[in-house]
């Protein structure tokens, strides 16, 4: 079975400075990997996405995530930081398996915050 | 549309009342979620839409939760005699693929937040 352990639930940053978001994965399947961003009382969007081609992903708004197979990890970074990055982010994964229904199974989000 | 739309975006019900939520997906999307997200959780999985057929209802928390998507666009997600447990907010999305050709990415509304008092 999937699942998603992102393994901090806050993170705090200074403007400028570097931002790591840690992701863990299982998956019995090549997984597809994905990061979502919800900013307060706005839809989620999605960042970024790896299916298996690139594992180094660049997505918007500067943000990559490398996909490391040997380390079931998928952390989301971004060089330095901005405060309009602050907001809630989801790691997810998404199975390969059988069936019609690729159901996504999400992490419990991370809150970043970036200090001026 | 140029977005998923979700209405109402806000809704007070009292304990027992019927409620329901609207969605408009993108148009021409095939495929249509919907989610619950309690207060600092991630999104749980309800139902899924392939057009207007129901392929999954799995995560649908009890028999007072029905989904509907009659022609296949609009989808309207009804709870009965509502508890107090079901105060969350209500995301709808959609995409454009479907099935096993579907990557998982995903467009979503704003959501509608359900306070059940």
């Known amino acids: 079975a999937q699942s998603v352990t992102q393994l901090d639930s806050h993170v705090s940053v200074s403007e400028g400075t570097p931002v790591l978001l840690r992701c863990n994965y299982s998956s019995s399947y090549s997984p597809s990997l994905f990061w979502y961003v919800q900013h307060p009382n706005k839809g989620l969007q999605l960042l970024l996405k790896y299916t298996s081609a690139a594992t180094l992903v660049k997505g918007i708004n500067g943000f990559e995530a490398e996909f490391k197979k040997s380390e079931t990890s998928f952390h989301l970074t971004k060089p330095s930081a901005h405060m309009s990055d602050a907001a809630e982010y989801f790691c997810v994964v998404s199975d390969r398996g059988y069936g019609n229904n690729r159901k996504l199974i999400w992490g419990l989000g991370t809150s970043l915050a970036v200090n001026p | 549309g140029a977005g998923v739309s979700q209405s109402p975006r806000y809704k007070v019900a009292k304990r027992g009342q019927d409620v329901a939520l609207r969605c408009d997906p993108i148009?021409?999307?095939?495929?249509l979620f919907w989610y619950q997200q309690a207060l600092g959780q991630g999104p749980e999985f309800l139902t899924y839409?392939?057009?207007?057929?129901?392929?999954?209802k799995s995560g649908l928390p009890s028999d007072r939760f029905f989904a509907e998507r009659p022609e296949g666009s609009v989808s309207t997600l009804k709870i009965q005699r509502t508890q107090q447990e079901d105060s969350a907010v209500y995301l709808c999305?959609?995409?454009?693929?479907?099935?096993?050709?579907?990557?998982?990415?995903?467009?979503f509304g704003e959501g509608s937040r359900l306070t059940v008092l």
């Open positions: 999305a959609s995409s454009s693929q479907s099935g096993r050709l579907n990557t998982g990415e995903l467009f």
């Open positions: 148009s021409g999307h095939v495929s």
């Open positions: 839409f392939q057009n207007e057929a129901q392929l999954d």
